[in-house]
Nanobody, 128 residues
């Protein structure tokens, strides 16, 4: 069982920055990919970014590319999302998720069904 806890959300003005953290608490840690998703009010949950635990290759949604950076700390079982140049449309609940094994045919891991465990989310609000 994997328990994920997000933190770092809050209220920020447009153009500002936030850094989200996700702590994974497990007895035996075996992760293939970790990702960030978000869900705005009245909208479906959408992919933000993913990172492979080994090697660190990353993938981003077009809407955040160049503004957000995903990173991980293998020793601490942490994944981060640095969000810069925030826009009001980035307002959402942000969730981290973990995929415990590779998925046949998957490369970017931008689909919710590819993930095994989810955190409870942290609210990010960007004011205009």
């Amino acid at each position: 069982q994997v328990h994920l806890v997000e933190s770092g959300g809050g209220l920020v003005q447009a153009g500002g920055s936030l850094r989200l953290s996700c702590a994974a608490s497990v007895r035996t840690f075996s992760t293939y990919v970790m990702g960030w998703f978000r869900q705005a009010p009245g909208k479906e949950r959408e992919f933000v970014a993913s990172i492979k635990w080994s090697g660190g290759s990353t993938y981003y949604a077009d809407s955040v590319k160049g503004r957000f950076t995903i990173s991980r700390d293998n020793a601490k079982n942490m994944v981060y999302l640095q969000m810069n140049s925030l826009k009001p449309e980035d307002t959402a609940v942000y969730y981290c998720a973990t995929c415990q094994s590779s998925r046949l045919g998957s490369t970017t891991y931008d689909r919710q069904y590819e993930y095994d465990y989810w955190g409870q989310g942290t609210q990010v609000t960007v004011s205009s």
